[in-house]
């Protein structure tokens, strides 16, 4: 579903676990003075550790933090884990939930992932709810029924306004890390089944939703993508720890449509 609202562009970084708060220091020192240049929406989510540097680096910049994952509790026994709360604490605005690499490596279910992007969205944090399929259900053509499969779980779970309060990302697993993007015409097919799937239950909410596209994304291709009717921005991994490669794609962001 294309359409002709004009929705501010988001760029996030996805640091995974990579930085020491030497690297970091330069790191977001060079993104925030390079986005002042840039029309849109900014945001770096950086491991838990650092987010006291992300705060203090960054507050009053135009580029806001966030952390990779949060805890679907409140509080309590759940050892190593970190709730939504101390994320508002640290001045977070966003929280990661559901990416691949939560879902394949830790566990994290569907039933999980809702869970905890309704905890994050229970606090005021924006979660980026990321979706996508495996190489394997792409050749089994099951792309959309997975998909949407991810988002049934969270509309079914936190209901269609949670949607207007959170981002998504679509971050097909094997783009991820691989150098391998989706072709632009991939990618604005599987949001547009997202902002279908969101639209049945509420067309206001699906009109305003931010889609993220992640996966092998780089300057060189970024303005392609993000050019698509229905592609507001990008879920950046790799490209975000080098500050020239993240600020090529904050710049490919360019304003509103
Ligand atoms: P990538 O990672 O840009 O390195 O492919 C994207 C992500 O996992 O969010």
Redesign the pocket.
Known sequence: MATTMSRIKLVAG?W?MHGSLASNLALLTAVTSGAKAFDGQFAVCVPYPYLAQAQAVLAGSKVAWGAQDVSEHALGAYTGEVSASMLNDFGCRYAIVG???RRSFYGDTDAVVAAKFSAALKVGLTPIL?VGETLDEREAGITTAVVVRQMDAVLAAAGVAALGQAVV?Y?PVW????GKTATPAQAQDVHAIIRARVARDDKAVAERLQILY????KSTNARELFGQPDIDGG??????LVAEDFLGICAAAGGQR
């Open positions: 996805n995974k990416h691949s690499e990321c990302a971050e783009a991820i890390g691989t992640g996966g092998s994304v879920l950046i991994g790799g490209a975000s």
